[in-house]
């Protein structure tokens, strides 16, 4: 079965400064990879999706992130934090019949100026 | 922007009492999910609808739990009686089609259930 892991489960950064979160999956066949963020107490918005193509995908909010399939992993990437960027992110795969999504547990990311 | 419609935002209720939730998905989507996320997990999907028939209902507890979409838009989720543990955020979200390579999820605001 599929699963997502989100190693961190905090992650405090200065605005300013740069960004990864870290995000493995696994699943046999080619994964399609997405990124949520969510604020506290609302709902999920999607920041970017890898379906197939090109490894380094760029989605809202200057965020980009890279597959890499040798690792199992969809790290996402920022180059400059803003404070408005906290918030909770989530990894997910979505696969199997009907393509539902599995969700890691999520990073909480904290920005301190 | 299209969006996603839950309601209520938030739900109090004591535990043996029947709550339900409403969804309505973005005009013209055929797959409709609902999710329950547990404080501090990620989301884990409870019922998939396409259009108006049940395609994927394993993770849902069917001896308290119920789904319905009957006209292939809106949607309901019931819990009856809710208990402590189902205290969450239950999330709707809805695709054009799930039997579509490239399907993209989007997200309700959700609801916020505490069971006192």
């Known amino acids: 079965a599929q699963s997502v892991t989100q190693p961190d489960i905090h992650i405090t950064v200065s605005e300013g400064a740069s960004l990864e979160l870290r995000c493995n999956y696994s699943y046999g066949a080619t994964p399609y990879l997405f990124w949520y963020v969510q604020s506290p107490g609302q709902g999920l918005q999607l920041l970017l999706k890898?379906?197939?193509?090109?490894?380094l995908v760029q989605g809202i909010k200057g965020f980009e992130a890279e597959f890499k399939r040798s690792q199992s992993s969809f790290n996402l990437r920022k180059p400059s934090v803003h404070w408005s960027d906290a918030a909770e992110y989530f990894c997910a795969v979505g696969a199997g019949y009907g393509n539902k999504l599995v969700f890691g547990a999520g990073t909480i990311l904290r920005v301190k100026s | 922007e299209a969006e996603v419609a839950q309601s209520p935002r938030y739900k109090i209720t004591e535990k043996s009492q029947a709550v339900a939730f409403w969804c309505d998905p973005i005009s013209g989507h055929a797959t409709l999910y609902w999710y329950r996320q547990i404080l501090g997990q990620g989301p884990e999907l409870l019922v998939q609808?396409?259009?108006?028939?049940?395609?994927?209902d394993s993770q849902l507890p069917k001896d308290r739990f119920s789904a319905e979409r009957l006209k292939g838009v809106d949607s309901t989720l019931k819990i009856q009686p809710a208990e402590l543990g189902d205290s969450a955020m239950y999330l709707c979200?809805?695709?054009?089609?799930?039997?579509?390579?490239?399907?993209?999820?989007?997200f309700g605001a959700g609801t916020r259930l505490s069971v006192l």
């Open positions: 890898y379906f197939s193509g090109d490894t």
């Open positions: 979200a809805s695709s054009l089609d799930s039997g579509t390579s490239k399907n993209i999820q989007y």
């Open positions: 609808f396409q259009d108006e028939s049940v395609v994927d």
